[in-house]
């Protein structure tokens, strides 16, 4: 049995859950459930992937990959909402890290080309090994569907995606029967309508982690200097305690483990479909032998199809 490969897109900068779900990450390889295969923030500075370097070296595996989006401008309500948390909140801006945190093979500039980086990763990894796990935005993803074949590789993204991934896995308020997302989806909805639309294997949307809240004890247990403890420092604003909701952490564990010891479940939940220029969504019935969408609950765990789906996480009822 072929142990998941695992490909992380994160919006490393707004939100410390970004951080945690890095360590869940970690922790899985760590327990043998996984590989991580690479990770790549979405921001257009360079600096969040050289925290994303340090984490991976403050956990132990320095040689995995980075990548930053400096060929993608996000958008400009993203980048409006960025601006004045620079210099507040933006844990990779203010974080500088000690030399020997960061790796020998990032000390010189990382990739800057999400596109290439995901079509180079993807090419190496063996057929349907790979999940997918996007708890930032779907700009690199959408770009990346419309991709043409290179050195790395004879297939379109489209064709590249449908060989070596089993799903795709995106943090957002998704939830059925209808709604708007408060962030992921909301600052680039028409690359979340073409990934939704046209990624060619399963797709699980997750939505909980309002009420798991996750920091607190790691200014307790970790060196200060420690990046994960870093992030939650700076993003909770030294406060004592202080604790985020794990919107990410719960999507890696829903993409990864499933039913996670029964505490989440997939269930059948349509097709999810995104207005490009609102940015509204709702659920649908899925396509006749096309497309099944899953969605996770709380409790109560079913199995999922092995066919191609679409999937949604949900709180329990």
Known sequence: MLIPKILLDTDLETDCDDAGAIAVLHALRKDGIIELAGISSDSNYESSARF????????????????????????????????????????????????????????????????????????EMPDHSVTVICIGFLTIWAAFLDSEPDEFSSLSGRELAARKTVRLATMAHGTPPA?????????????????????????????????VLTGGCFDQELPPEHPLAQAFRIFGRNEADFRRPSWDEITVLAAVLNDFGGRLALRDGGRCVIDPE????????????????????????????????????????
């Open 179 to 211: 709604g708007c997302d408060r962030f992921n989806w909301h600052h680039d909805p028409a690359a979340a309508a073409k990934v939704l639309e046209c990624w060619p294997t399963e797709i699980i949307v997750s939505a909980p982690g309002d009420t």
């Open 278 to 317: 609102s940015g509204s969504h709702r659920w649908r019935p899925r396509r006749p032998a096309k497309r099944l969408t899953v969605s996770l609950n709380v409790s109560h765990p079913t199995k999922s199809s092995p066919t191609k789906s679409t999937a949604s996480c949900l709180p329990a009822r």
């Open 52 to 123: 994303a370097a340090a984490l991976n070296a403050a956990c132990g595996k320095p040689e995995i990959p980075v990548c930053w989006n400096g060929s993608l401008l996000l958008s400009e309500s993203y980048r409006t909402f960025l601006a004045p948390l620079l210099d507040s909140i933006v844990y990779h801006h203010l974080y500088v890290p000690p030399p020997e945190a960061i790796p020998v093979a990032q000390r010189k500039a990382p990739e800057s080309d999400g596109v290439r980086f995901y079509r180079r990763i993807l090419a």
